[in-house]
């Protein structure tokens, strides 16, 4: 299946897809199809703040319509913080649409955790991953939502993470666990600028890699839309 991103959001977020689905495909031994396009991440990011969500979808839409005509079977959004509007992309899209948030409740509930704490813009953290989790708890620093959800906003529009933001992020990620949660949940892509090669000492789950492993299957045809 040819896979299509919609990628730009940030910058950061599309490389680590890139590299993580091209190294998920390469372990089966076949081969990837795949393209790539580039949204607007200072567009996303006054849509995602003001919640215009019918604004945000057509932004999308004419990058799917691209997607499509490069022979793209499905589509993926880059960005958990971009599917804020995901049911309003949908009803637009000329393709299937491949949820990255979706598939997350199901990979908790078969993992036995039965809460876990969320990092990411503040969307994602007020409303507990768009309220799609039913069968575990989302729990989030609802006095530190605007703070973090700025320095990770700060974080995904550069492309990189100073040490600062780093240890605020880990330290953030200690409060959730002392709070009740049984992992960390990084719910925003580039959060891997931080996260990736740091031993917290608590249990930390890239979303990312659970959608990756979703196109992966999607890509390989190991499982179907």
Do not use: W
């Amino acid at each position: 299946m040819h896979i299509g991103l919609i990628g730009g959001i940030g910058a950061a977020a599309t490389v680590v897809y890139y590299q993580r689905l091209c190294a998920a495909v390469a372990k089966t031994g076949k081969r990837l199809d795949l393209t790539i396009v580039q949204a607007d991440i200072q567009t996303l990011i006054r849509n995602n703040l003001a919640d215009l969500r019918a604004e945000q979808a057509v932004e999308y839409a004419p990058l799917l319509h691209r997607l499509k005509a490069a022979g793209c079977d499905c589509a993926a959004i880059t960005s958990l913080g971009g599917h804020f509007c995901f049911e309003e992309t949908e009803a637009l899209s000329p393709l299937p649409l491949v949820s990255a948030v979706a598939p997350l409740d199901d990979f908790f509930a078969a993992e036995g955790i039965g809460a876990v704490g969320l990092l990411g813009t503040r969307v994602v953290m007020r409303t507990g991953l768009y309220g799609q989790l039913t069968r575990t708890k989302a729990l989030a620093l609802d006095d530190r939502i605007d703070e973090l959800g700025q320095l990770y906003q700060d974080v995904a529009v550069a492309g990189i993470c100073p040490a600062e933001a780093r240890t605020t992020f880990l330290q953030a990620g200690q409060q959730l666990i002392d709070k009740g949660a049984e992992a960390v949940v990084l719910a925003g892509t580039d959060l891997n600028l931080a996260f990736d090669g740091q031993s917290p000492g608590y249990r930390v789950i890239d979303a990312l890699d659970v959608h990756v492993a979703r196109l992966a299957d999607l890509a390989t045809d190991r499982a179907t839309l």
